[in-house]
């Protein structure tokens, strides 16, 4: 007994639901298209000069097979329908909430604008939210992001990484760190893109360092994808390596349990915000004081934060990172009474 054999796969792009959604639109409005009609429509919607008989087709047999629409060829109007009239193409089910809800991802998306990602992801959202008919919603005013510094990154690099970790290539660059300024030359094994603070890093195995390391993509230069596969990890994420604290881009090698007492406003904070998975708050009202303790891996961005708070946020263990915020803080007087004297 012979089988029907599955239509060939077909990779969907954005192109190919245009053409899908035109099609579509066309029919379930009754115009009975043919494929030359749908050759013009096309045209006349996108601003191309041509698309070819054979791609219209192919789109056609796509709804049918993948889509799985209930389309027939009508001879005597010489043309397309739907001979279920209730059936609708899956895109065109997008609810007006859920369009608002992508036009205001594109909106917390901002502070990567001007980046690769920033364009992709907004090419996406635009095509799936303009192909719904429905307007910016005026509440959209209402979404916003507070500036930020932005941070331009290179559009080839950002796609020579993009191939390298579809593919699992190793990739070769120079690179010059925020401490050693000195360009050096570096082999890695790509994890995952970061991003945090409208920065985008790279995080991998080093083979220079035999470890995992992080890399500003705004500091690469010379990248180049090199033929070579790596296996990736299992446990390849990146917040795996924090020890459940939640500081942004930075880590080490052991996590270090932090105790941290705040004063004034910065008590609030502990109130609003998770500092670490296993964070503990303890309040002392009669002192007007907070202590949280907490694990994490971001030493450096736990000392960041801490000094953000001023004289509101004092370092009660580990002894050596305390003497560090003490050396620090002194650093920071002498540099004023410098200024002032």
């Known amino acids: 007994m012979n089988q029907k054999s599955n239509p060939p796969e077909r990779t969907l ?9 035109i099609i579509h639109n066309a029919i379930k409005a009754g115009m009975y298209p043919d494929v030359p009609r749908l050759q013009k429509l096309y045209c006349e919607q996108t ?35 739907y001979f279920d009239e209730k059936w609708d193409f899956a895109l065109n089910n997008i609810s007006t909430e859920d369009v608002f809800y992508l036009s205001a991802a594109k ?9 690769p990602i920033y364009n992709s992801i907004s090419d996406a959202i635009n095509f799936v939210t303009d192909t719904q008919g ?11 992001v507070a500036p930020v510094p932005k941070v331009n990154i290179d559009e080839i690099v950002w796609k020579k990484f993009l191939e390298a970790i579809r593919n699992d290539y190793v990739v070769e660059f120079d690179y010059n760190g925020r401490w050693n300024t000195e360009t050096s030359h570096r082999k890695l094994a790509p994890y995952q893109f970061l991003f945090d603070d409208g920065s985008c890093f790279i995080f991998g195995y080093s083979y220079e360092r035999n470890a995992e390391r992080i890399f500003s993509l705004s500091r690469i230069k010379n990248l180049e994808v090199t033929s ?3 296996d990736l990890p299992e446990n390849f994420d990146f917040s795996s390596r924090c020890g459940g604290g939640k500081f942004g881009i930075f880590m080490s090698d052991k996590a270090v349990d932090f105790v941290i007492d705040l004063y004034n406003d910065a008590r609030e904070i502990v109130k609003e ?18 202590r949280v303790e907490f694990s994490s891996t971001q030493t450096l961005r736990v000392m960041e934060w801490i000094l953000s708070q001023g004289s509101h946020a004092i370092p009660i ?8 915020w003490k050396l620090t803080v002194e650093a920071m007087m002498k540099r004023v009474n410098g200024i002032f004297d």
């Open 317 to 324: 263990s580990p002894d050596w990172f305390v003497d560090n």
């Open 273 to 290: 915000r998770i500092l670490a998975d296993n964070q503990k708050v303890t309040n002392f009202e009669e002192e007007e004081r907070t």
């Open 107 to 115: 909106t917390l998306l901002s502070s990567f604008e001007g980046s």
């Open 13 to 21: 792009n954005k192109k190919m639901l245009e053409r899908l959604i």
């Open 228 to 230: 070579e596969h790596f």
């Open 134 to 144: 429905v307007g910016k919603s005026s509440l959209l005013k209402r979404i916003a």
């Open 47 to 81: 601003g191309y000069s041509k698309v070819g008989e054979a791609t219209i087709y192919r789109d056609i047999d796509l709804l049918r097979t993948y889509f799985h629409a209930p389309l027939e060829f009508d001879r005597e109007k010489d043309g397309y329908y």
